[in-house]
């Protein structure tokens, strides 16, 4: 049981490359997230899938798109890469538990946009 | 209205003392507080939540007290060990079954020295 799993874990990309970040999960859990976290920021929800087929905007969803692959796979799509899109990447899937309900987080992409 | 306010946004810590850490919202939909840990190259992960229906929750040198009427609630962790070092997250969500998404607070990096 890996939990959720993200590649790759270091990226630079130069300002207008475009790249893929992958985010797999395999705890069978509908909910799936991308954030990013700046210093000073906490963390800031860009979209997030609440069931395979569906997908949302979050707070700061500009310059990203993505893709609900399946259940398990929530991909992030940086089309044009900007320096102001440096960050660290998490995504996160969540147990819908009424008791629980926690979302569990991948160990984070770090990109680097020259 | 959406907001979970912070604080401090760093705290050193002697070994042995206690670790407080606070927060505050607005939206009295909220009806589950999450604080997650992280360390340093690692993704939060959730350490200890609460609901309104009780005032506080221990969980171990954890503990989350709830002032419903303050809109506020906060993290204690007694007996801090240089092993909490870590950036800690509070949150807040709307109603379970809603898809209400976690907002969180920015994070407060807590240093505890031997």
């Known amino acids: 049981n890996a939990g959720v799993t993200q590649t790759p874990k270091f990226q630079v990309l130069k300002t207008g490359q475009s790249m893929t970040l992958q985010c797999a999960q395999d705890m069978n859990h509908n909910s799936m997230y991308w954030y990013r976290q700046d210093p000073g920021m906490g963390l800031r929800l860009i979209y997030y899938s609440a069931s395979e087929g569906t997908t949302d905007k979050g707070e700061v969803p500009n310059g990203y798109n993505v893709s609900r692959l399946n259940k398990r796979e929530f991909s992030l799509r940086l089309e044009s890469a900007a320096p102001s899109q440096t960050s660290v990447y998490f995504c996160a899937s969540r147990d819908g538990d009424r008791d629980t309900d926690t979302q569990y987080f991948g160990p984070g992409t770090r990109l680097t946009v020259l | 209205q959406q907001q979970v306010k912070q604080s401090p946004q760093s705290l050193i810590v002697q070994k042995g003392g206690i670790s407080i850490i606070n927060c505050a919202y607005e939206n009295t939909a909220f009806d589950y507080f999450p604080w997650y840990q992280q360390f340093p190259g690692k993704g939060p992960a959730l350490l200890i939540a609460?609901?309104?229906?009780?005032s506080e929750k221990k969980e171990g040198r954890f503990t989350i007290s709830f002032n419903k009427s303050a809109k506020q609630f906060s993290l204690h962790i007694m007996d801090s060990q240089p092993g909490d070092s870590a950036t800690y997250f509070c949150?807040?969500?709307?109603?379970?079954?809603?898809?209400?998404?976690?907002?969180f607070g920015k994070g407060t990096k807590l240093s505890v020295k031997p």
């Open positions: 949150a807040a969500k709307t109603k379970w079954g809603s898809q209400g998404n976690l907002i």
């Open positions: 609460i609901r309104p229906d009780v």
